[in-house]
DNA sequence: ATGGTCGCGGAGCGA
């Protein structure tokens, strides 16, 4: 089993880009955020046409989230059931085989001190009182997404010139470990202890030409889950084409590697 | 400190 997360920035502007990368790779599962479409403008038909199931949790030009799953996918949860954050399409969920699966797009946060980071530093909290109360972590819990967090300085290119600034501050940290401690397990840190692996470059910078990219993109593991993890990797080369997202795709392994 | 590029939707907002 392959599960991957990617933040595709608008899933109608890179539906080529997603075509192409789902034939060449073949996850199982795909957690899109930022999809920036209503429901009714989705493109499901392509997608079932490369043998995915469905399920979205859209709004117009903003947010937006999805899970494609080419086994059964169960048990369609949208939003979290907070009315202060359910307005924002930000969290969608499934039961695929024995895997409890969440695609989530955070707050971004704009600056630090800005009303957003104030908002993000509670919506992180309203998500993990969701998360409490209907994920059990007994199970193969696999939050995945872009959460828009670092989640310590070898997340960071420049950890100096990033230092308490947005997607780095100290306030985020915490919110995110606030996560964490349900009982979520970075699933890169199983892997690899090293800094430099990104998900995350700037547009505006030209950050993927000079490097200068973040970790924001992660895929959180509940203890089962963390256990039955045989591999992980960012698709870099997913960044490098025409008219990329400016994220990375992530991808897991659960299982037999094959 | 500032500006830079995308995408949506058709001006300005969000990132």
Redesign the pocket.
């Known amino acids: 089993m392959r599960i991957a997360t990617w933040n595709v920035?608008?899933v109608?502007?890179r539906l080529e880009s997603l075509l192409a990368w789902l034939e060449i790779r073949s996850p199982d599962v795909v957690c899109l955020q930022e999809t920036?479409?209503l429901d009714e403008r989705f493109p499901r038909e392509e997608l079932e046409g490369l043998g995915y199931q469905v399920a979205h949790h859209g709004q117009?030009?903003?947010?937006g989230v999805a899970i494609l799953s080419r086994r059964s996918l169960e048990d369609v949860v949208r939003g979290i059931g907070d009315e202060r954050f359910d307005s924002e399409a930000r969290v969608i969920g499934a039961q695929i085989e024995d895997f409890l699966v969440l695609s989530v797009y955070a707050?971004?946060g704009?600056e630090v001190g800005h009303d957003?980071f104030d908002h993000k530093l509670r919506w992180f909290r309203a998500l993990r009182d969701f998360l409490a109360l209907r994920y059990p972590m007994n199970e193969k819990v696999v939050l995945c997404g872009d959460l828009n967090v670092t989640i310590d300085d070898r997340d960071v290119w420049d950890p100096q010139r990033w230092r308490e600034r947005i997607l780095c501050s100290t306030p985020e940290r915490e919110a995110l470990e606030g996560i964490l401690a349900l009982g979520f397990k970075d699933a890169l840190r199983k892997f690899r202890q090293e800094g430099g692996v990104y998900t995350w470059w700037?547009?505006?910078?030209?950050g993927f030409e000079r490097g200068w990219g973040l970790r924001i993109d992660h895929m959180l593991l509940s203890a089962p889950a963390f256990d039955a993890c045989t591999g992980f990797e960012v698709d870099v080369e997913a960044r490098e084409g025409k008219?990329p997202s400016d994220h990375a795709p992530v991808v897991a392994t659960f299982g037999d590697p094959g």
């Not at 117009?60 to 947010?63: D, E, L």
């Open positions: 920035n608008s109608r502007a920036k479409c117009r030009a903003y947010n707050v971004n704009v957003r700037d547009y505006r910078l030209r008219k």
